[in-house]
Every structure is written in C-alpha cells, then in structure tokens.
T-cell receptor, first 112, second 116 residues
Framework: GENVEQHPSTLSVQEGDSAVIKCTYS??????FPWYKQELGKRPQLIID?????GEKKDQRIAVTLNKTAKHFSLHITETQPEDSAVYFC???????????FGTGTSLTVIP | NAGVTQTPKFRVLKTGQSMTLLCAQD?????MYWYRQDPGMGLRLIHY???????AKGEVPDGYNVSRLKKQNFLLGLESAAPSQTSVYFC???????????????FGPGTRLTVL
C-alpha cells in the first residue's frame, strides 16, 4: 500500500511568520492529497486539498503545492496566527481507492 | 444536521472486557471508516465500509470487528480488550470513496478509550 511520510513532527513559529509542512508519498498512482487540521481535543477537519492535475492551490493564507515527479506535497501557511496552532495531517489516496493513507501529523505552535 | 456522532465519548475497560462503539451519520453517506489515533502515529485505519452490509479491513484490524447493518450506523466492537487498544477512536464518513470526487471525510468527535 501507499506510505506517506510527514515532516517535521513539531514546528514552532512566531506569529506573523510562515510555516511549511512537507509530505512524501511512495506510490505514483496516488492522485488526491488532502490536508486536515485537528485542534486540541477536537475532530480532524479538511482545510485544503489538491489533485494530481494541479500544481498549486491557494485559499487565503493557506496553500498546497504538489510535485508529482518527486512525489511530495507541502502545506504553506502565511501570516500565521495563534488560532493556526493545531496538529496538521497530510494524506494521499488512489483514483480507484477506498481509503486515505495519513501522515503521522505535525504539531504546529504559533507563538504570540 | 448532527453530522457524524459517536457514543460513548469516554470509556474505561478492564483487560478482557468487551464493548461496542457506535458511529452514526445523517448525511446519507455510503462510505464509513473507523480510525485509531495514537501519539506520533497519526490516524490509522481499522476497518471501513463501502455501503450497507459491507465491511473491509484496513491497516490495523486485529482485535476489532465491525458491522454496518444500517446505512447510517457503523459499529466497532472489541471482543476482548487489551491495554494496547488504549487510544482515541474516530469514525468518519464520506459520500464518495477516497479516490472519488465528493470524497471529503467528515469525522466524529472521537471516543477516548482506556484499557487497564
């Protein structure tokens, strides 16, 4: 099956700085890459996703980039705010797949 | 709409006891999933279902059983609980499969299970 690796496991940034979280995947058949945010004690929620026919996608302060050749994708958060503090998970799935393969998560702390 | 709900929210078991976790969704989703979340391990898929009456194994199915008798409900059973099953369990549902178009997974609030 697919193997998704995520780095770093923890990340601390000053408020207003940018944060970048990176994931790699092993199977070139994967074509969909969502990012989930999980605040402390809450459920994971989808914040942005990208499909393999697109190289970059933005939504206000967050963006995701995909490099199919290198099999990696990244989450970029600009102008970070304390409410961005959470655990972020990347995932991958196949076109014909029934399941997501999740990374191990990145705990982001934004220091006011 | 309540979305995805889970009962119970917390549970403490002794080794060898059994229990069932209930997941319910009111979004008419075909696909339902059970995950466990452990520190540093991310979300690991236990079992999933692609429709009423169907179930399939995920990444870590040992020690768990599931049933999907009704489309809106997905039950996770532990027949003989072990300390290694101490975890937070999340249920999720989606309209399409993971590779489909409407594939966003909506998660329940989680169940924190401790096995002594």
């Amino acid at each position: 099956g697919e193997n998704v690796e995520q780095h770093p496991s923890t990340l601390s940034v000053q408020e207003g700085d940018s944060a970048v979280i990176k994931c790699t995947y092993s199977d070139s058949a994967s074509n969909y890459f969502p990012w989930y945010k999980q605040e402390l004690g809450k459920r994971p929620q989808l914040i942005i996703d990208i499909r393999s026919n697109v190289g970059e996608k933005k939504d206000q302060r967050i963006a995701v980039t995909l490099n199919k050749t290198a099999k990696h994708f990244s989450l970029h958060i600009t102008e970070t705010q304390p409410e961005d503090s959470a655990v972020y998970f990347c995932a991958a799935s196949y076109r014909t797949g029934n399941q997501f393969y999740f990374g191990t998560g990145t705990s982001l702390t934004v220091i006011p | 709409n309540a979305g995805v709900t889970q009962t119970p929210k917390f549970r403490v078991l002794k080794t060898g006891q059994s229990m069932t976790l209930l997941c319910a969704q009111d979004m008419n989703h075909e696909y339902m999933y059970w995950y466990r979340q452990d520190p540093g391990m991310g979300l690991r898929l236990i079992h999933y279902s692609v429709g009423e009456g169907t179930t399939a194994k995920g990444e870590v199915p040992d020690g768990y059983n599931v049933s999907r008798l009704k489309k809106q409900n997905f039950l996770l059973g532990l027949e003989s609980a072990a300390p290694s099953q101490t975890s937070v369990y999340f249920c999720a549902s989606s309209y399409s499969p993971a590779g489909g178009v409407y594939n966003e997974q909506f998660f329940g609030p989680g169940t924190r299970l401790t096995v002594l």
